[in-house]
């Protein structure tokens, strides 16, 4: 086992009706920025149950942080913020609402200008205003970890960023909004939840044991119940244990003492930035090849998955990952996901030139559990994804 810290500070408040501790949570006096997205806050009743709890506070809203959050939106936020003093942000949302505040509480304060800590990847210790959460889409962990991803329209970057000062100080997690979510977005978050812990897991062996165990606790989870719940999302049972495997899969836990991978992901940003894709769904495209190229030195944990997870049939080591891959792309289209770029773009044959150029423009010429994942295998793994 690798050495490790380990250090999260988020207050996670789980269950039914705990929203209405907000006013508990919020230091008093405080005057908030009140982050919300689209609107969905204001149709399935969360954003009466916050009011509610927050009465006797300052509060001035932000909403319209869209889906993928953008960084000329988000700026519009920290200019409020700057005039009119605020001293708290809550977001109210999914991982685009929570990413996109985490962007705003570091921006605020930041000497010097805000763009930079995208391009230059920074990492942010301190200076955050604090913020805290209220989860409407169980998916990306955002909820319990310090990391997010931006979009910067201008340049059609999606980068990703973080630092120990961005953990929220508390998030409210009630499984019952999911109730108002698209089946679509409920599909996107078992899918994320489940590469997220891939990218953890799936890597070599080694002698984390009990990590290995965590991670296929949770891919077993998600496995049992996802299906289920995306059709039943009112059944309390299913939503809670969907909404706890999404929080433990990012929130730094399983990650200790192991490697780690993360290019599915860094490939699969550059789909969403380019086409628009829902972030889910570029992994479901991505992840499968990314294992396919990398076949050699992830056969032996591919093959623990597929005993392990899936019960696979096979006798050798090669027939058992495959098998395992196999099994994986079942599972992603049973969720409903397609998992070709040309299910979602007809214009899709310069998609390979153009993320090796990106890649190699940044220096990421070796990505990967072992830095294997070089440009060349970045390409084969794209074009694999036609
Ligand atoms: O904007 P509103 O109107 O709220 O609607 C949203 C949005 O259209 C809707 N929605 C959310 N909760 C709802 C609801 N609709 C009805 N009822 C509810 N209870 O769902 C749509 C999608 O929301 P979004 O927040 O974009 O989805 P998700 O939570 O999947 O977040 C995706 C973003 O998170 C990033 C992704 O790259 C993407 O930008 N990620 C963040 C990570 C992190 N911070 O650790 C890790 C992930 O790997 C991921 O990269
Ligand atoms: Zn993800």
Avoid at 315 to 334: D, L
Wanted: glycine share 8%; aromatic share 10%.
């Amino acid at each position: 086992m690798l050495n490790f810290e380990l250090y999260n500070p988020t207050n996670l408040i789980f269950g039914k009706g705990q929203t209405e501790k907000l006013g508990q949570l919020i230091p008093q006096n405080s005057k908030i920025l009140l982050a919300y997205g689209g609107g969905s806050i204001f149709k399935n009743g969360v954003y009466d149950q916050v009011k509610n709890a927050l009465q006797g506070f300052e509060i001035v809203e932000f909403g319209g942080i869209e889906p993928n959050p953008r960084y000329e939106t988000l700026m519009k936020a920290v200019t409020l913020i700057r005039e009119q003093k605020l001293d708290f942000i809550l977001a109210v949302g999914g991982g685009s609402v929570i990413d996109g505040v985490k962007f705003i509480s570091a921006a605020v304060h930041f000497d010097g200008n805000p763009m930079e800590i995208l391009h230059k990847r920074l990492l942010i210790k301190e200076n955050a205003v604090p913020f805290g959460t209220v989860l409407t889409l169980p998916a990306t962990g955002s909820e319990m970890n310090s990391g997010a991803v931006i979009t910067i329209n201008e340049t059609q970057e999606k980068l990703s960023f973080g630092g120990s000062a961005l953990f929220p100080k508390f998030s409210i997690c009630d499984p019952t909004v999911i109730a108002s979510l698209p089946k679509r977005q409920l599909q996107n978050g078992v899918v994320d939840a489940f590469t997220h812990v891939m990218e953890q897991y799936l890597t070599y062996p080694h002698d984390a044991l009990l990590q290995d165990r965590i991670a296929e606790g949770i891919l077993q989870t998600l496995v049992e119940i996802g299906p289920d719940v995306v059709e039943n999302p009112t059944d309390y049972k299913l939503a809670a244990n969907f909404m706890w495997s999404c929080t433990m899969a990012l929130n730094g836990l399983i990650q200790k003492g192991v490697p780690t991978d993360w290019a599915t992901h860094m490939i699969g940003h550059e789909l969403t930035a380019l086409y628009e894709i829902d972030h889910a769904r570029t992994l479901a495209i991505i992840g499968p090849n990314l294992y396919r190229a990398l076949f050699e030195t992830k056969k032996e944990k591919l093959a623990q998955y597929g005993e392990r997870i899936w019960k696979v049939s096979g006798t050798t080591v090669e027939e058992k990952a495959t098998e395992a891959i196999e099994k994986t792309v079942q599972f992603f289209h049973k969720m409903g996901m397609d998992t070709k770029i040309s299910n979602y773009t007809s214009d899709y044959k310069k998609t390979a030139d153009f993320i090796v150029d990106r890649f190699n423009e940044r220096g990421w010429k070796a990505m990967g559990e072992r830095q294997n994942i070089t440009l060349e295998k970045v390409r084969e793994i794209v074009e694999m994804s036609y």
